[in-house]
C-alpha cells in the first residue's frame, strides 16, 4: 500500500476546489463544489478530501456527503455517506486504489456512518455484451474483484445509471454527423425543415424548464423533486458556467429543452424536458445535436448521454429511451456501478430492508403531488 497522505480540506471557494480534481481521472461535475453547495441546502453535509503524494501533488480526491439520521429512526445519532461518482484517481495504481478504499473505511467509521457509498466513473468495459464489438476493461474489473474482496458490496441503491453511451466529440462536425444512424440525420435535418430552432437558454428560463420537466415527469411516470429543489441545482451551475440550458421552439412556443452540464472538458446530458404537442417536428433531435455542438464549441472532448440500460434487451424500462440515443453515434460504455462498505453491518441490514418502503412512499406522494401542481 502506498505512503499517501489523507487531508480534509477547509475550501474557500469553489474555484479552489475545482481546480484541484478537474485534471484527475473520472473528474465528474458531480464531484464539484458547486454540486457541494446545493447538497449542503438540502440535508447533506460536504468533505472535500484529498490524497497527496510526498511530493505534495494531489494524486487523489474525493468528496463525501453525510446526511444525519435523525434519533427518531435510530437511538444513535447515526448517518449515510455518498461519494457522488467518486473518488476520483488513477485506478490502474493497484496501491493508491487499495490506500483510497481503506482510508474511506476509516474516515466513515469515525464520522458515524452506517455505510459509505461509492460510484467511480470507471468502466468495466465498452460496447453491448454479447457483441462482437464489445470489450472488457481490465482495470475495472479488477478493481471489482478488489472490492468485493475486502468488504465492499454491490449496492441495492444505484443512484446513477450504471451503464451510459457518449460520444466522442473530437471529431469535426460533419464527421460527428456521418457517425450517426442515417434516420437520425434524417430527423435532425427534419427538424430544421419543419422549423424548429433552438436557442440558448438563461436563467430567467428556470420556471419554464421546471414546467416542462414536470410536464414530463408526469407524462413519462418518473419522480422528480420539488420546483425549489431544481432551480437551486441549475441556478448554481449556470452562475458557475457549468451548465447551459438549450430550448427548442416552434413558431415561438418552447416545446423542449435541455440541460448540459460541463466540467473537466466533458458534458452531460443530465435533464431533459419536452411537451406533447409538435412531437412530429422532430424537435428532440434538433436538441441533442445543439447540446452536442455547444458542448464541442465548449472544448468538451465527450458527451454522456447519461443512461442506458442495466439489461441490453426489451424488456429493460431504459430500452426505447436507449433505442434514441444509439442513433447518435456514441459507445455504450458499461461502469462499476454504487458499491458500499457496510460499516455497522446489522444497522446497514436494516437500512437497507426500510428504504425500499419509505422510497416507495415518497415516489407515490411526489408523483401526486407534481400532477397537483400541474393541474393548478
Known sequence: ?????????????????????????????????????????????????????????????????????????????????????????DWSDTGLAEQVLKDLQTFAKKQGAIFIKIDPDLPLGWGVPGVESAESHPVGLGVKEMLESSGWVFSDEQIQFRNTVE????????????????????????????????????????????????????????LIRNKTYYQTVWQTFFDAGLAQPLIAEVEGQPVGGVIIFR???????????????????????????????????????????????????????????????DGFGGQVVRTLGAFDFPVRPVLYHLYSQILPKILGWMRQRGKAETKRRLSL
Request: charged content about 30%; glycine content about 6%; hydrophobic content about 40%.
Open 167 to 222: 460520444v466522442d466529440l473530437l471529431p469535426d462536425e460533419e464527421d460527428l454527423l456521418m457517425r450517426m444512424k442515417s434516420k437520425t440525420r434524417y430527423n435532425i435535418r427534419l427538424a430544421e425543415k419543419r422549423g424548429v430552432s433552438v436557442r440558448p437558454g438563461s436563467t430567467a428560463d428556470v420556471d419554464l424548464l421546471y414546467g416542462l420537466y414536470a410536464h414530463t415527469a408526469v407524462r413519462d411516470d418518473f
Open 1 to 89: 500500500m502506498k505512503n499517501m497522505t489523507l487531508e480534509r480540506l477547509d475550501i474557500k471557494d469553489a474555484a479552489q476546489w475545482n481546480r484541484m480534481i478537474e485534471t484527475l481521472p473520472g473528474a465528474h461535475a458531480l464531484q464539484t463544489w458547486q454540486w457541494a453547495e446545493v447538497k449542503s441546502k438540502f440535508g447533506w453535509e460536504p468533505f472535500p478530501l484529498v490524497w497527496r503524494d510526498q511530493n505534495d501533488t494531489v494524486t487523489a480526491a474525493c468528496l463525501v456527503l453525510r446526511r444525519r439520521i435523525s434519533p427518531d429512526v435510530f437511538a444513535m445519532r447515526l448517518g449515510v455517506m455518498y461519494a457522488p461518482r467518486g473518488p476520483l484517481l
Open 263 to 325: 466540467f473537466g472538458g466533458r458534458a452531460w446530458y443530465f435533464y431533459g424536458m419536452s411537451l406533447d404537442e409538435h412531437r412530429e417536428k422532430m424537435f428532440n433531435y434538433a436538441l441533442q445535436w445543439e447540446a452536442m455542438r455547444t458542448a464541442k464549441a465548449a472544448d468538451c472532448q465527450s458527451y454522456d448521454l447519461w443512461g442506458a440500460p442495466d439489461e441490453f434487451n426489451e424488456e429493460d424500462p431504459l430500452w426505447g429511451v436507449y433505442r434514441f440515443k
